[in-house]
C-alpha cells in the first residue's frame, strides 16, 4: 500500500504506508544498499543520486568528477546515495542514523575507502525539519565517540534534500545480482553510544592486542557481524587451519595497536599478511576459491624455487631434494597448509633421485592426467592447497604397486613426538 507520490528533482518518488524516508551518502552505494537493508524495520532500499547540479545518471556523474579534478567545471556534482524507507513503529529514526553511523568512515571527506571523488561523500539528506534535527544530534554524540576513539572531525554533509535520481536499474540490488564473495566493512569499528550498541558488540569491534600476537608473522582475518563470506570463510578455510602462519580474527577494522595496514579496508572478510607489524599483502573477499588463497599465502611462504614447483608444474633435478634420507617416524605435510600427506612409513628408496612413497594418507591427494613432454603421466597435487607435487607411476612395491615421485621440495616433514 502507497502512502503518497511526490517529486523530487526529475523522479516521482514514493513510499510505503506509515513509513518515513530518508537518504544516505555512504561511498559506493552497493555495500551502503547491503547494510542498510540488513536492518530490522527497513522496508526498502534504493540506490540513487542526489544534491548535484548535473543530470542524474552514473555515466554523467563520473564524467563530471573528472572536469571537476581538472578544474574546469564549479558545478555541483551528485552524491551516490541510498533511499531508505524504514517504518517508524519498528526502528526509531535515531536507530536508523545509528547504523549510517556505525557502516561506514564519516571523516573521510570526499572519498570512502578505496573510492574517491565528491560523489563518494558522506552526506544525509532529510526530508523534513524534525529529520534534520535528529541527524545533526545524532552527528554530535557519535562524534564524541570517535573523539574518544582517536578519530579526526565527522565531514558528513546534513541538509535538506533537494534533488533525487534513481540509480540504472543494474545498480539495483547489485550485491545481491553480483556476489564478490566480500560484505562491506561496517565503518571504524565504532559504536554509537548507548542502549542502541550492545556492549559485546561494542567489545567484539576492538582492535586485537599486538601482545597477543606473532610479530614476525601474523595473519588477521578482518570481518564484519552477518557477514555470510566471513563465515563461509571460517567454515572452510579457519575450522581446518593447520598452517605454520598464526591466524588471528578480527571484527575492528583497524590494526592491532602499534601495527600498520597500507590503505584502509573496505570489504569483508579481508586476510592481511603482517611481517615485523606492517601489512605484506592482503587477500579480499571469499568465494570458495581455495587454490587462489593457499597461493596468494604460499608466495610469501615458499622459496622461489618451491614456487616454480607448487605453482608452474616444475621439477627439481633428481638428487638435489629435501628429504631423500628422511627416515625418522614422522608425516610429510603441505608446506602451505600444513595438511598431512604421507607417513615416513609409506617412503621407500626408489632409486630415482626423488621421494618416493607408495601409499599417500587417505584423501591427501587428487590426480589429473598430464600429456606435458609429449608423454601421458598421473600428475598428483596437494588436496588442500592444490600445489603440484609430482607423478604417481605404477611400478611401486606392495601392497599397492604404486610410486608416488614427489619434488622433495615442496615437502615439509613433521617428526613425530618423542614418546
Same mark, same amino acid.
Given at each position: 500500500?502507497?502512502?503518497?507520490?511526490?517529486?523530487?528533482?526529475?523522479?516521482?518518488?514514493?513510499?510505503?504506508?506509515?513509513?518515513?524516508?530518508?537518504?544516505?551518502?555512504?561511498?559506493?552505494?552497493?555495500?551502503?544498499?547491503?547494510?542498510?537493508?540488513?536492518?530490522?524495520?527497513?522496508?526498502?532500499?534504493?540506490?540513487?543520486?542526489?544534491?548535484?547540479?548535473?543530470?542524474?545518471?552514473?555515466?554523467?556523474?563520473?564524467?563530471?568528477?573528472?572536469?571537476?579534478?581538472?578544474?574546469?567545471?564549479?558545478?555541483?556534482?551528485?552524491?551516490?546515495?541510498?533511499?531508505?524507507?524504514?517504518?517508524?513503529?519498528?526502528?526509531?529514526?535515531?536507530?536508523?542514523?545509528?547504523?549510517?553511523?556505525?557502516?561506514?568512515?564519516?571523516?573521510?571527506?570526499?572519498?570512502?575507502?578505496?573510492?574517491?571523488?565528491?560523489?563518494?561523500?558522506?552526506?544525509?539528506?532529510?526530508?523534513?525539519? @524534525?529529520?534534520? %534535527?535528529? &541527524?545533526? !544530534?545524532?552527528? *554530535?554524540?557519535?562524534?564524541? #565517540? /570517535? $573523539?574518544?576513539?582517536?578519530?579526526?572531525?565527522?565531514?558528513?554533509?546534513?541538509?535538506?534534500?533537494?534533488?533525487?535520481?534513481?540509480?540504472?536499474?543494474?545498480?539495483?540490488?547489485?550485491?545481491?545480482?553480483?556476489?564478490?564473495?566480500?560484505?562491506?566493512?561496517?565503518?571504524?569499528?565504532?559504536?554509537?553510544?548507548?542502549?542502541?550498541?550492545? @556492549?559485546?558488540? %561494542?567489545? &567484539?569491534? !576492538?582492535?586485537? *592486542?599486538?601482545?597477543?600476537? #606473532? /610479530? $614476525?608473522?601474523?595473519?588477521?582475518?578482518?570481518?564484519?557481524?552477518?557477514?555470510?563470506?566471513?563465515?563461509?570463510?571460517?567454515?572452510?578455510?579457519?575450522?581446518?587451519?593447520?598452517?605454520?602462519?598464526?591466524?588471528?580474527?578480527?571484527?575492528?577494522?583497524?590494526?592491532?595497536?602499534?601495527?600498520?595496514?597500507?590503505?584502509?579496508?573496505?570489504?569483508?572478510?579481508?586476510?592481511?599478511?603482517?611481517?615485523?607489524?606492517?601489512?605484506?599483502?592482503?587477500?579480499?573477499?571469499?568465494?570458495?576459491?581455495?587454490?587462489?588463497?593457499?597461493?596468494?599465502?604460499?608466495?610469501?611462504?615458499?622459496?622461489?624455487?618451491?614456487?616454480?614447483?607448487?605453482?608452474?608444474?616444475?621439477?627439481?633435478?633428481?638428487?638435489?631434494?629435501?628429504?631423500?634420507?628422511?627416515?625418522?617416524?614422522?608425516?610429510?605435510?603441505?608446506?602451505?597448509?600444513?595438511?598431512?600427506?604421507?607417513?615416513?612409513?609409506?617412503?621407500?628408496?626408489?632409486?630415482?633421485?626423488?621421494?618416493?612413497?607408495?601409499?599417500?594418507?587417505?584423501?591427501?591427494?587428487?590426480?589429473?592426467?598430464?600429456?606435458?613432454?609429449?608423454?601421458?603421466?598421473?600428475?598428483?597435487?596437494?588436496?588442500?592447497?592444490?600445489?603440484?607435487?609430482?607423478?604417481?607411476?605404477?611400478?611401486?612395491?606392495?601392497?599397492?604397486?604404486?610410486?608416488?615421485?614427489?619434488?622433495?621440495?615442496?615437502?615439509?616433514?613433521?617428526?613425530?613426538?618423542?614418546?
Amino acid at each position: 500500500m502507497l502512502k503518497a507520490l511526490f517529486i523530487v528533482g526529475a523522479i516521482i518518488m514514493t513510499t510505503h504506508a506509515n513509513a518515513d524516508t530518508i537518504v544516505f551518502g555512504m561511498g559506493c552505494f552497493w555495500g551502503a544498499e547491503k547494510r542498510m537493508s540488513e536492518l530490522p524495520g527497513v522496508l526498502d532500499v534504493e540506490s540513487g543520486y542526489a544534491n548535484g547540479e548535473i543530470a542524474g545518471n552514473y555515466e554523467a556523474i563520473l564524467a563530471h568528477e573528472r572536469l571537476l579534478r581538472l578544474g574546469k567545471t564549479t558545478k555541483r556534482n551528485h552524491a551516490e546515495v541510498v533511499k531508505v524507507t524504514f517504518d517508524p513503529a519498528k526502528v526509531s529514526l535515531e536507530r536508523v542514523l545509528a547504523h549510517f553511523w556505525e557502516n561506514h568512515d564519516p571523516t573521510q571527506g570526499d572519498r570512502q575507502g578505496n573510492d574517491v571523488g565528491s560523489n563518494y561523500r558522506s552526506a544525509i539528506y532529510t526530508t523534513s525539519d @524534525a529529520q534534520l %534535527a535528529v &541527524a545533526k !544530534k545524532t552527528r *554530535d554524540v557519535y562524534q564524541a #565517540a /570517535l $573523539k574518544a576513539a582517536g578519530y579526526g572531525p565527522i565531514t558528513t554533509e546534513i541538509a535538506p534534500l533537494t534533488t533525487y535520481f534513481r540509480a540504472e536499474e543494474y545498480h539495483q540490488d547489485y550485491l545481491k545480482k553480483n556476489p564478490h564473495g566480500y560484505c562491506g566493512l561496517g565503518g571504524t569499528g565504532v559504536k554509537y553510544p548507548g542502549a542502541l550498541a550492545p @556492549a559485546k558488540a %561494542a567489545a &567484539a569491534a !576492538k582492535p586485537l *592486542d599486538p601482545k597477543a600476537l #606473532a /610479530l $614476525k608473522r601474523q595473519l588477521i582475518v578482518f570481518e564484519a557481524e552477518d557477514c555470510p563470506y566471513c563465515k563461509q570463510f571460517k567454515a572452510e578455510i579457519l575450522d581446518h587451519w593447520k598452517s605454520d602462519v598464526p591466524v588471528a580474527r578480527s571484527f575492528s577494522p583497524q590494526p592491532p595497536e602499534g601495527w600498520k595496514l597500507e590503505k584502509a579496508l573496505f570489504a569483508t572478510p579481508t586476510i592481511v599478511l603482517f611481517e615485523n607489524g606492517r601489512e605484506v599483502s592482503r587477500f579480499t573477499g571469499w568465494n570458495g576459491d581455495k587454490p587462489r588463497f593457499w597461493k596468494w599465502l604460499g608466495f610469501h611462504l615458499l622459496t622461489p624455487e618451491q614456487q616454480r614447483i607448487a605453482f608452474e608444474q616444475g621439477t627439481e633435478y633428481p638428487g638435489t631434494g629435501s628429504h631423500l634420507d628422511e627416515k625418522r617416524p614422522g608425516t610429510f605435510v603441505d608446506p602451505i597448509t600444513g595438511a598431512p600427506l604421507f607417513r615416513s612409513d609409506a617412503k621407500f628408496d626408489s632409486g630415482t633421485g626423488w621421494p618416493s612413497f607408495f601409499q599417500p594418507l587417505p584423501g591427501a591427494l587428487t590426480e589429473h592426467v598430464d600429456l606435458s613432454h609429449g608423454m601421458r603421466r598421473v600428475e598428483v597435487r596437494s588436496a588442500s592447497s592444490g600445489i603440484h607435487l609430482g607423478h604417481v607411476f605404477d611400478d611401486g612395491p606392495p601392497p599397492t604397486g604404486k610410486r608416488y615421485c614427489i619434488n622433495g621440495n615442496v615437502l615439509k616433514f613433521v617428526p613425530d613426538a618423542a614418546k
